[in-house]
Nanobody, 125 residues
Framework: VQLQASGGGLVQAGGSLRLSCAFS????????MGWFRQAPGKEREFVAVISRNGGTIYYQDSVKGRFTISRDNAKNTVYLQMTSLKPEDTAVYYC???????????????????WGQGTLVTVSS
């Protein structure tokens, strides 16, 4: 499995960005997909996760109502639409994949077998 994240950049506070993560190597629809982020000097943290068919989604509390995770199984891509961005959202964002059924264990990075390279999001105040 290979994951390629893209879409990061510099945006002003209150702005929006959409991240994409292209999946290849296996059947995309078999995989639960997650987004994590790591801010400078901080540990990696969970952002959102989506089930194989997109029917179940979980978010970190700090992004609820601002971020939307979605997937297109025909395009082998998972997205993270980010709105009302804040300076504290500044981080490298990573997508991750695992061939399991969605559960609360996917809040933790060690539940995932595959990781993308990360894309940097910088939110200026």
């Amino acid at each position: 499995v290979q994951l390629q994240a893209s879409g990061g950049g510099l945006v002003q506070a209150g702005g929006s960005l959409r991240l994409s993560c292209a999946f290849s190597g296996r059947t995309f629809s078999w995989y639960t997909m997650g987004w994590f982020r790591q801010a400078p000097g901080k540990e990696r943290e969970f952002v959102a996760v989506i089930s194989r068919n997109g029917g179940t989604i979980y978010y970190q509390d700090s992004v609820k109502g601002r971020f939307t995770i979605s997937r297109d199984n025909a395009k082998n891509t998972v997205y993270l639409q980010m709105t009302s961005l804040k300076p504290e959202d500044t981080a490298v964002y990573y997508c991750a994949a695992d061939a399991g059924v969605i559960s609360s264990r996917y809040y933790y990075g060690d539940a995932y077998d595959y990781w993308g390279q990360g894309t940097l999001v910088t939110v200026s105040s």
